[in-house]
């Protein structure tokens, strides 16, 4: 059963850092590549970052770009999201998605909260 | 970027008819290899979103064949046959043509 599970959110102040992290398994998790995509409280779904299965390919939404970096570590299964500067406006639900087919599996999201 | 532009923005459907949600793209999403780079997502309430249509038609694995995706190379509709109360939710419309990829503002179902 493919499963990805997010983790490392949590409370952070304005201009501090963050770093996701989303296990994969259940799949080949070197043969995919995986996106980050977020929903803010009550809207809809914005695209954050995309990394292809070998990170030879790697983008960014103009909105993090600069500011956070997407990397993977194809011998643990992991996927990561390093935020810096973290702005209330990145306050969302960070899920992870493979790429395959367009998102064919999401994780089950994990929460942001960029406050004083 | 691309500007993916759903209606409408909710629609109240009896049990058991059908549903049509629109959605329209900024620029043409037909790749020069043949294929549409449009895509449909449920979200469920409380839930993560899930795929139901991958580029333009093709009905993802576990999806109903109720569920049906069909358009040209701007215009696209997501089709609910015989609609049951497992299909409420927010629909996106997605475009993974280029980055950044886009989705449009979503349109929530309800049951009357």
């Known amino acids: 059963e493919v499963q990805l599970v997010e983790s490392g959110g949590g409370l952070v102040q304005p201009g501090r850092s963050l770093k996701l992290s989303c296990v994969a398994s259940?799949?080949?998790?070197?043969?995919?590549?995986m996106n980050w995509i977020r929903q803010a409280p009550g809207k809809g779904l914005e695209w954050v970052a995309y990394i292809s299965s070998g990170s030879s390919y790697i983008y960014y939404a103009e909105t993090v770009k600069g500011r956070f970096t997407i990397s993977r570590d194809n011998a643990k299964n992991t996927l990561y999201l390093q935020m810096t500067s973290l702005r209330s406006e990145d306050t969302a639900l960070y899920y992870c998605?493979?790429?395959?087919?367009?998102?064919?599996?999401w994780g089950q999201g994990v929460m942001v909260t960029v406050s004083s | 970027d691309i500007v993916m532009t759903q209606a409408p923005l909710s629609v109240s459907v009896t049990p058991g008819e059908s549903a049509s949600i629109s959605c329209r793209s900024s620029k043409s999403l037909l790749h020069s290899n043949g294929i549409t780079y449009v895509y449909w997502y449920l979200q469920k309430p409380g839930k993560s979103p899930q795929l139901l249509i991958y580029?333009?038609?093709n009905l993802a694995s576990g999806v109903p064949d109720r569920f049906s995706g069909s358009g040209s190379e701007t215009d696209f509709t997501l089709k609910i046959s015989r609609v049951e109360a497992e299909d409420v939710g927010i629909y996106y419309c997605?475009?993974?043509?280029?980055?950044?990829?886009?989705f449009g503002a979503g349109t929530k179902l309800e049951l009357k």
């Open positions: 259940g799949f080949t998790f070197s043969n995919y590549g």
């Open positions: 997605g475009q993974l043509l280029e980055n950044p990829y886009t």
């Open positions: 580029r333009m038609s």
């Open positions: 998605a493979r790429s395959n087919m367009g998102g064919d599996y």
